[in-house]
């Protein structure tokens, strides 16, 4: 039986933690009920992590756990047993505590470092944090990039009469062709290239930090205004709602999500002369967005509020921004039937 690789370790940590995507899910499961070590490996997470289970994240200030992370990265820099005596430390502070979330926190919180950095498990610390720091780094990017865009539609609508950037388009007509440089507006991300073409925005904030296979543009003013829409799909990492003439029925609730990460249905698009055939199945039905490895997206609301998502559905109605109500079919001309409706693509 061959050991597990760092790849496969970090799969199953993960895993163990809740931050797999339904994919990773599904491999973690296989790994697991294929391989012993990998078996007894998450065996021993899961008993060194359960006293984390009645943590309520939203009770842990995200600056601990940063703060954390970084102490324990300085301490596996020098030495094993500093990294040690800094754990036994925190594990100490809390020994006289008595009663109250914050009693246990810095014991389950000791154990679980313990767990990342000490012992038989071998996942290496300085992994486990730079991939953390780098991620935590991309998402804040990311937000930092929607707010921009925000302000940049902001500033369109107060030259614009209160309107936002708009192009006609009609009920059957493709909303997928990125890229499209014909005279019909048969992209949904044509309105989003308006505010490119007029200066407004720079192109290349469209590229999200977490993405794959995304590419800057690197072209001039000049041949800007020649493009109707961004050159290809690689230059543009986001999905927006879709834009349609027709008049919707209905009311939202709260503040409806404008645009996010990469929908999963549109990743990969058919040329233009082809035609779009998406059949909705349980892994489309439930898989984030490409960009931060699938562990979740972040929204764009027309409120300008931006919030990271770990499940596609943001508001009470448990509305999926990237899908329509009851269709399973799509070939890029649908729109949504009602204000609840929200819709985000391609």
């Given at each position: 039986m061959s050991s597990l690789n760092n790849e496969q370790k970090q799969l199953l940590f993960d895993y163990c933690i809740g931050v797999t995507s339904q994919e990773e899910n599904i491999q973690a499961q296989q790994l697991i009920s294929s391989n012993p070590q990998a078996a007894q490996l998450y065996a021993t997470m899961k008993s060194v992590l359960s006293p984390l289970d009645t943590v309520e994240p939203a009770l842990c200030p995200e600056e601990l756990a940063e703060a954390t992370i970084f102490r324990l990265k300085n301490a596996a820099r020098t030495s094993q047993l500093h990294l040690e005596k800094l754990l036994a430390d925190e594990q100490a502070k809390t020994t006289a505590q008595k009663g109250g979330f914050w009693a246990g926190f810095g014991s389950r919180l000791a154990r679980a470092a313990v767990f990342i950095v000490v012992g038989s498990v071998a996942i290496s610390t300085w992994k486990i944090t730079s991939n953390y720091a780098r991620e935590n780094a991309r998402k804040i990017q990311c937000q930092a990039k929607l707010g921009d865009i925000f302000n940049g539609i902001a500033n369109y609508k107060t030259e614009h009469g209160g309107k936002g950037p708009q192009l006609a388009t009609s009920v059957g007509q493709p909303w997928w062709k990125v890229g499209y440089q014909g005279d019909e507006n048969h992209s949904n991300t044509r309105h989003m290239?308006?505010?490119v073409k007029q200066g407004y925005l720079d192109p290349n904030v469209f590229i999200c930090p977490g993405g794959k296979g995304a590419r800057r543009l690197h072209i001039d003013r000049s041949q800007i205004k020649m493009l109707y829409d961004f050159p290809s799909r690689e230059y543009v990492g986001y999905s927006f709602r879709v834009m349609c003439n027709k008049p919707v029925k209905g009311s939202s609730h709260g503040p409806r999500a404008m645009m996010a990460d990469l929908s999963p249905l549109f990743e990969t698009l058919p040329s233009f002369s082809s035609t779009l055939q998406i059949q909705l199945d349980k892994a489309l039905a439930s898989r984030n967005s490409i960009n931060h490895k699938r562990r979740g997206q972040n929204v764009l609301f027309c409120d300008g509020a931006v919030r990271f998502v770990r499940k596609r559905c943001v508001d009470i109605t448990m509305d999926d921004i990237f899908t329509l109500h009851d269709r399973?079919?799509?070939?890029?001309?649908?729109?949504?039937?009602?204000?609840?409706?929200?819709?985000?693509?391609?």
């Open positions: 290239w308006l505010l399973q079919f799509y070939q890029g001309h649908e729109v949504p039937s009602c204000q609840a409706d929200q819709f985000l693509a391609p």
